[in-house]
């Protein structure tokens, strides 16, 4: 970490923008631009906007300008789609609005421990904003947040932060290096959004009948769902206890809830063991005497 | 369903050892088969958790899996079995050893492993089936009269 620019001190302005929250495949960046507020209107000048309208080299430029320019601090946040598929299919999963508001409040701790002396933050909203805006102000009485639909083309700080965000997730994604080591794996992944027949093909290309698909991909996203319909089944044990998880047979989802119902011990019960009339030593244990098999 | 027979055997020529590819997981994969398992399936040292085990991380279909590798106890062997082609015994119910393994990897899907998992405390038995087993000795015999 370099040393901290003197303007930190003074009072700053920080933009937090994302890339990469709707794909299926690839990381979701969360990236953050700050800079002295007396700084702000020659911010302005340096023609950044919101990232999506720019061309991929015009943006790469901006991105190269800004990392030059000793006036501006910036950060990422990586989350890996390891991380986004395991903590939205936890037991108790976690959403990608509450994944979202912990990387920006995390970036906003981060650079706020650097000691860069933060007083306003513009964001654009994920979820409501009125709900998004009172989180962040909980988290940190000292700053003024501004929570905004589209602040990243309203705000050139958020308009920064974007570009930020979309380079470094671009970079993430052309520079994957896949987990696995399968033969006949390709890396013309498109964009990763759903919708992109690069990334469809991709997807067609690497379903895996027992594993589903590599890492990169988000198994969390409802667009999986389409390319498992005909591979292996697989049932989890996290899923027995959740009344809306994927239960085998419709009888079996209908007993569970019911014994669900005001029944706590009862049901860790059944969990344990279903055998009857075992000891309590091998039904704790999962033990059975198995004679015929 | 008469006889059932295991052939237990450790050592022979065909014998694969799958030590440290034994992995017992947290879910029901509807499949039985050959799978490009160590392709897909990568596993990596996460530290050493807080009650001494030595942990492990990994992703099967999204989910985070977190598991411990356990030598199988001393004198204790793991058997892969297979039931033999019925055709050449069509009466009896009998099984082959198709390959042996000395340790296991368990997973669990969320939470580190711990010796309060069932997996771990069902070896518990062992300690308990030996005990049970042992022959009394008269010396032992003697003793516990003598405490009665």
């Known amino acids: 970490m370099g040393s901290l620019p003197k303007w930190a001190s003074k009072p700053c302005i920080m933009g937090i923008d994302e890339a990469g929250r709707g794909p299926v495949l690839g990381p979701m960046v969360y990236g953050c631009l700050y800079c002295a507020s007396s700084y702000l209107k020659t911010l302005a000048t ?218 706590i011990s009862k049901r860790s019960e059944e969990i344990e063991s279903s055998g009857k009339g075992r000891c309590r030593f091998f039904e704790a244990r999962k033990l059975e005497l198995l004679t015929h098999f | 369903m008469e006889k059932t027979s295991i052939d237990l055997k450790r050592d022979g020529m065909e014998m694969e050892d799958l030590s440290g590819r034994v992995h017992q997981l947290p879910c029901s994969v509807k499949f039985d088969g050959p799978a490009s398992v160590s392709h897909y399936f990568k596993p990596k040292p996460s530290g050493v958790g807080d009650e001494g085990l030595p942990l492990q991380q990994a992703h099967f279909r999204g989910r985070l899996l977190q598991g411990t590798t356990l030598n199988l106890p001393h004198g204790y062997s793991g058997f892969v079995l297979a039931k033999k082609s019925p055709d050449d015994n069509s009466n009896s119910n009998s099984w082959e050893t198709k390959a042996t393994f000395r340790d296991i990897t368990y997973w669990n899907h969320d939470y580190v492993p711990s010796h309060n998992d069932e997996f771990l405390r069902a070896f518990h038995w062992l300690t308990l089936a030996k005990a049970l087993h042992n022959p009394v000795t008269p010396e032992e015999l003697a003793s516990s009269s003598n405490v009665l």
């Open chain 1, 46 to 263: 340096l023609s950044f906007a919101d990232s999506k309208t720019l061309k991929e080299e015009k943006r790469e430029e901006l991105f190269e300008g800004l990392k030059a320019n000793d006036s501006i601090g910036w950060d990422v946040d990586v989350i890996d789609p390891r991380e986004l598929s395991a903590k939205m299919l936890k037991r108790t999963k976690i959403n990608l609005n509450e994944i979202s508001h912990n990387s920006a409040l995390g970036l906003i701790d981060r650079v706020l421990k650097m000691g860069v002396l933060l007083t306003e933050v513009y964001i654009d909203t994920v979820g409501d904003p009125g709900k998004y805006e009172m989180k962040l102000s909980k988290s940190f009485p000292s700053i003024k947040f501004v929570v905004a639909k589209k602040a990243d083309s309203l705000y050139p700080v958020v308009s920064g932060a974007s570009i930020v965000a979309k380079v470094t997730r671009d970079h993430a994604l052309k520079e994957w290096v896949l987990d696995e080591t399968a033969e006949n794996m390709h890396r013309n992944f498109g964009s990763g959004y759903p919708g992109d027949p690069q990334t469809k093909s991709w997807l067609g290309d690497h379903r895996h009948s027992i594993f589903g698909f590599p890492t990169l991909v988000r198994f969390s996203w409802g667009t999986c769902n389409t390319y498992f319909k005909d591979i292996a089944e697989v049932l989890w044990e996290s899923d027995d206890l959740d009344e809306d998880g994927g239960s085998n047979n419709k009888n079996g989802k209908r007993q569970l809830k019911l014994s669900n119902v005001g029944f």
